[in-house]
């Protein structure tokens, strides 16, 4: 059974930083970009970071500069540092396995985890 696991959400200050975390088993995500969408109330998901096995980045242009995305050493962990939030950040995180990045092609995602920043 696959399972992608978020942790790290939680509330901020506008211009704090946090840190998302995100756990997969149940195969091998080696052949497979991961990376974050996030979801705001009312709105659509959104690509926010993907990250190859080889270690290419994508970033959505609301958080470049912003948010950088990582892998961990086994492949199946992949981190998210936010810096410099915004309200406008506020969102649900989801982690996902991810089969195409141009294409936004996700094969499993986690439950979400909740960030939210005050200003």
């Known amino acids: 059974q696959v399972q992608l696991i978020e942790s790290g959400g939680g509330l901020v200050q506008a211009g704090d930083s946090l840190t998302l975390s995100c756990a997969a088993s149940g195969r091998s995500f080696n052949s497979y970009a991961m990376g974050w969408f996030r979801q705001a109330t009312g709105e659509e998901r959104e690509f926010v970071a993907a990250?190859?096995?080889?270690?290419?980045?994508w970033l959505g242009n609301s958080v470049k500069g912003r948010f950088n995305i990582s892998r961990g050493d086994a492949k199946n962990t992949v981190t998210l540092l936010m810096n410099t939030l915004k309200p406008e950040d506020t969102a649900v995180y989801y982690c996902?396995?991810?089969?195409?990045?141009?294409?936004?092609?996700?094969?499993?995602w986690g439950k979400g985890t909740l960030v939210t920043v005050t200003s």
């Open positions: 996902a396995s991810i089969v195409d990045v141009d294409r936004g092609r996700v094969d499993y």
């Open positions: 990250i190859s096995y080889g270690g290419i980045t």
